[in-house]
Every structure is written in C-alpha cells, then in structure tokens.
C-alpha cells in the first residue's frame, strides 16, 4: 500500500505595522520576496493612520478610508493573503495589556511562524525620532509573542473560542540599530516601489520615491556584499 506524503505546512509571517504604509517602508521587499518563495503574508496594522495629514482640509473619517484603501492595494502588489486593521487610535498606542491581547488574539488566529515588527529599543537616531506608537507596537508584539501568546493559561477565553495558544519561531525586527541579518531585495524592490506609491495620502506624486528607496537599500546591502536589502535584527525563539 502506497504511502500518503502529508503536505507540508506554509510557513506563515505576520508583519505587525503601527500604521499604513509601515509594512512597505519598512519590509516591503522582503515580504514580497517571501511571498514570492511560497511563504504566506499576514498584515496587522494596529491603526488605521487617520493623523498622518498636513492637508488642512482632510478629517479623521476621510482619512480613514483612504488609508485603509492604500494599505490594502499596497499590499496585494506585495502579495499579501491578507489586511487586518485594529481600531486603536493613531498616536495614542501605548503597550496595555488591552493592545497586547488583541495582538495575541491575532498570532494564535493566524498561526505564524514568523513575525515582523518595529524594533521598540530604538528611540532615536542622529537626525530622526522614532514614532512613539512604532515603539509602542514594537514592545506590545514581543511581550505578546512571549510569553503570552505561548502559554494557554494568558487570556483563557480565547482557548473556549477556538484560539489555541501559539508559539512564533522567529522574530525580525525592522528598524535596530544593529541589524544581524540582511535580506536581499534586488528581485522584489520595484514591487516595494509600487506598493509605496499606493500610499498617496502619504507620499503624494513620489516623483523620486524609487531613487531615493534604491538609494537606501543601496546604502544598507553594500557594506554587507548585497546589492540592495532590507536589514533586521533576527530572534530565533528558544525550540
């Protein structure tokens, strides 16, 4: 009697953004690499961006749409399965345990092996601030990763919903000061360029946004031997 060949599960990545267009800017080419090789792409954005306007003309319910409307065609040019918004206000994020359980809520929903999130240790740089809510995000997924999401005994309710707890492999962070691991993107850069064009509430006409993202790819792959590529700092979870 033949043998049946059980199927082998799709690794599965959920990139945790704090605000449209995040997952692009910040992993763009690397997801859209790793869809490419077959692996699934999950898109939580933990608000829907509605203060990122300097048009003084703009409203918080306007913006809303149109972001969420740019996130998602964003993300089918990346090649993600899937968008999921959480309702949190834009820059007003904080690491409550309320955040927290709704990003657990997420993992043990989609199940992933990898997770892709905002680096919370960097607060600033020589001429940049990180984004509080990128901090906040940032800390809330690690803490929602472990133990949290792991250990069945956190947020029992959602066991009796279906939600079994759920341990990640890997986590990549974006944005550290010191990267451990480069990830080339020669391959999948335009698709990155056109997935950020799609936010034109936040880059408008992006008449040099593919220079100036070639640019800094260039800068983060070259000292490594890569000729364009996204940079993060990589945890492999303890087996």
């Known amino acids: ?16 953004g704090a605000h449209p267009d995040d997952p692009e800017f910040a992993c763009g080419g690397t997801s859209a690499r790793w869809a490419d090789e077959g692996k699934e792409i999950y898109y939580l954005v933990c608000t829907r961006g509605n203060k990122g306007s300097s048009d003084s003309d703009m409203t918080q319910e306007r913006l809303i749409q149109i972001r969420e409307q740019e996130q998602r065609a964003a993300a089918k040019i990346i090649g993600a399965c899937e968008v999921n918004f959480l309702d949190f206000t834009d820059g007003e994020l ?19 092996q990898i ?15 990180n984004h509080p809510d990128h901090r906040a995000v940032g800390t809330a997924t690690l803490d929602a990763i472990y133990p949290t999401a792991r250990d069945r005994l956190n947020f029992p309710h959602h066991e009796r919903e279906g939600l079994l707890a759920h341990k990640v492999k890997e986590v990549y962070l974006w944005g550290a000061a010191t990267p451990t691991v480069w990830v080339d993107i020669s391959s999948t850069i335009d ?49």
């Open 115 to 129: 997770v892709a999130t905002h680096d919370p240790t960097v607060v600033y740089s020589s001429n940049h601030i």
């Open 1 to 16: 009697m033949e043998q049946q060949v059980q199927a082998e599960e799709p690794v599965r990545v959920l990139v945790i």
């Open 191 to 239: 698709r990155k360029v056109e997935a950020l064009r799609c936010h034109v509430s936040q880059v408008g006409k992006a008449e040099n946004l593919a220079e100036r993202i070639r640019e800094r790819a260039k800068h983060v792959g070259e000292p490594q031997g890569i000729p364009l590529a996204e940079a993060f700092f990589r945890i492999e979870m303890a087996r």
């Open 94 to 112: 904080a690491p409550t345990l309320e955040f927290r359980e709704a990003i657990v809520r997420e993992i043990r929903r989609v199940r992933p």
